[in-house]
């Protein structure tokens, strides 16, 4: 069965430095999201993305990071300056959003530590 | 925007027991209705789904059901086991938000062997 995968699994970074995280949905969607969880806590949206160009995000997502979809395969999450409060999991999700399917398949995540 | 408020937080139960997880949410717009597992360290994964279009939904061990006018939806887990012992996120989303799911704050399930 298809997955959606996500590098790298951990990721330490100091403040203030740049980091991208990494996703390769599952290959014939069409819809692509990042959400972040911070430790015990319940996982939020922060972006998703259609034909090329963001088509909703909310109020945590704001200049410091961005999304691309650079190829045919991978959707990338830029965090600019990170902040301690950027330690979290970063989830990818992907979907194909048929008309009898809304399922959003995650990945395992990407741990984002910052000291 | 949609809030969904889910019950209790934490819910300890013996192998064998049912389990019954409530989620209530605020836009009636809102009409699909998704369940995630979550296991300790691991990816959210859906484990059943409910449209505003039908009242319950079961599948083995594990049901749903949906009251649109009260706007509120449960997850039931019967003869649990072990193995069920995770945190479970109920969530709310619709066309008109892209389906972009509202998650609840997640409901640990402990299950005592």
């Known amino acids: 069965e298809p997955e959606v995968t996500q590098t790298p699994s951990h990721q330490v970074t100091q403040m203030g430095q740049e980091v991208i995280l990494r996703c390769v949905p599952i290959?014939?969607?069409?819809?692509f999201y990042w959400y972040r969880q911070i430790l015990g806590q319940k996982v939020e949206f922060l972006v998703s993305f259609y034909n090329n160009e963001i088509s909703e995000k909310s109020e945590i997502f704001d200049d410091q990071f961005s999304v691309e979809r650079p190829d045919g395969s991978n959707f990338t999450l830029k965090i600019r300056s990170t902040k301690l409060e950027d330690s979290a999991m970063y989830f990818c999700?992907?979907?194909?959003?048929?008309?009898?399917?809304?399922?959003?398949?995650f990945g395992p995540g990407t741990r984002l530590t910052v000291t | 925007g949609e809030n969904v408020e889910q019950h209790p937080s934490t819910l300890s139960v013996q192998e064998g027991d049912s389990a019954v997880i409530k989620c209530t949410y605020s836009d009636s717009a809102s009409n699909y209705f998704p369940w995630y597992k979550q296991e300790l360290g691991k990816r959210p994964q859906l484990i059943i789904d409910i449209r505003s279009n039908v009242g319950e939904k079961k599948d083995q061990r594990i049901a749903v059901t949906l009251n649109k006018t009260a706007k509120h939806f449960s997850l039931h887990i019967t003869e649990t086991q072990p193995e069920d012992s995770a945190v479970y996120f109920c969530?709310?989303?619709?066309?008109?938000?892209?389906?972009?799911?509202?998650f609840g704050r997640g409901t640990s399930l402990i299950v005592h062997p």
């Open positions: 290959s014939n969607h069409l819809y």
């Open positions: 969530a709310a989303s619709s066309s008109g938000g892209s389906y972009i799911p509202t």
């Open positions: 999700a992907s979907s194909d959003q048929k008309a009898s399917s809304y399922e959003q398949y």
